[in-house]
């Protein structure tokens, strides 16, 4: 499976960013799909995940609310909508795949991964 990221940049606080992640190599509606970010300094975290079929999704409590997760399977795309961005949102963002990842928020569960879109966000 290869995993293409897109869509970061420079964003002042308070605006939004959508990232994609298209992917290839497999049938996209067997793979479960998550966004993860890493910080400068810090270890990689899980940010959001979406279930095979798109009907479950599962956020970090610190993006409920500011960033929806979604996927389109005849794309073969997800996507990670990002609103109210704030500083501390700064970081490279990673989406990554499995079939069934078990723990949607172990990273270490995924076994395909994108190779990151940097998103920085201006105080």
């Known amino acids: 499976v290869q995993l293409q990221a897109s869509g970061g940049g420079l964003v002042p606080a308070g605006r939004s960013l959508r990232l994609s992640c298209a992917a290839s190599?497999?049938?996209?509606?067997?793979?479960?799909m998550g966004w993860f970010r890493q910080a400068p300094g810090k270890e990689r975290e899980f940010v959001a995940a979406?279930?095979?079929?798109?009907?479950?999704?599962y956020y970090a409590d610190s993006v409920k609310g500011r960033f929806t997760i979604s996927r389109d399977n005849a794309k073969n795309t997800v996507y990670l909508q990002m609103n109210s961005l704030k500083p501390e949102d700064t970081a490279v963002y990673y989406c990554a795949a499995d079939p069934f990842p078990k723990n949607y928020q172990s990273d270490y569960r995924y076994e395909y991964w994108g190779q990151g879109t940097l998103v920085t966000v201006s105080s």
């Open positions: 979406i279930s095979w079929s798109g009907t479950r999704t």
């Open positions: 190599g497999r049938t996209f509606s067997s793979l479960y």
